[in-house]
T-cell receptor, first 115, second 114 residues
């Protein structure tokens, strides 16, 4: 089974600053997808960003970007210009296609943006 | 398009009872997955359905079961409820076409077992 590790249970950042959340995964596969999801307090889980393993270019979505290091099996999320609305639990997830749509999630990082 | 919907949103049951939760995926999505989320265990995968067939199953006892209907709506059932079943149950749907594998989550059903 694949494993996803988020080693930072809690983090905090000052508003307008930049923060990086870490994620590592363990797999012997070559073709897979990685995702970051955000779950604000008492609100719905939403997709932040996705990365296909076959793409070398790091994905970006506005203030969110990833640092994908395939050889190191690392997939960190960088949030620039942090906003109060970024306060949430962030989950890293791994998915291998063509085996059923089974996602493997990390245990999450609770991020607090401090005004 | 409407998002993933789950009913009911909140549920209180007593030990020994059974419960059925419902999930309606985004229109056109044929894959539906279920997760149990608890503060101590994070997101635990229950099972995944695609075109009415269970493709994957997590490591949960047989008290947890599910099904998917021809319109892709899905239900999960928990029989003989235990206190430890108290959790947020999340449903997620996926298009799974054209490389679109991301899952879209519903708001969840908060189950409390007393």
């Amino acid at each position: 089974a694949q494993t996803v590790t988020q080693s930072q249970p809690e983090m905090s950042v000052q508003e307008a600053e930049t923060v990086t959340l870490s994620c590592t995964y363990d797999t012997s596969e070559n073709n897979y997808y990685l995702f970051w999801y955000k779950q604000p307090p008492s609100r719905q889980m939403i997709l932040v960003i996705r990365q296909e393993a076959y793409k070398q270019q790091n994905a970006t979505e506005n203030r969110f970007s990833v640092n994908f290091q395939k050889a190191a099996k690392s997939f960190s999320l960088k949030i620039s210009d942090s906003q109060l609305g970024d306060t949430a639990m962030y989950f890293c997830a791994f998915m291998k296609p063509n085996t059923g749509n089974q996602f493997y999630f990390g245990t999450g990082t609770s991020l607090t943006v401090i005004p | 398009k409407a998002g993933v919907t789950q009913t009911p949103r909140y549920l209180i049951k007593t030990r020994g009872q059974q419960v059925t939760l419902s999930c309606s995926p985004i229109s056109g999505h044929r894959s539906v997955s279920w997760y149990q989320q608890t503060p101590g265990q994070g997101l635990q995968f229950l099972f995944e359905y695609f075109s009415e067939t269970q493709r994957n199953k997590g490591n949960f006892p047989g008290r947890f079961s599910g099904r998917q209907f021809s319109n892709s709506r899905s239900e999960m059932n928990v029989s003989t409820l235990e206190l430890g079943d108290s959790a947020l149950y999340l449903c997620a749907s996926s298009l799974e076409q054209g490389g679109s594998y991301e899952q879209y989550f519903g708001p969840g059903t908060r189950l409390t077992v007393t």
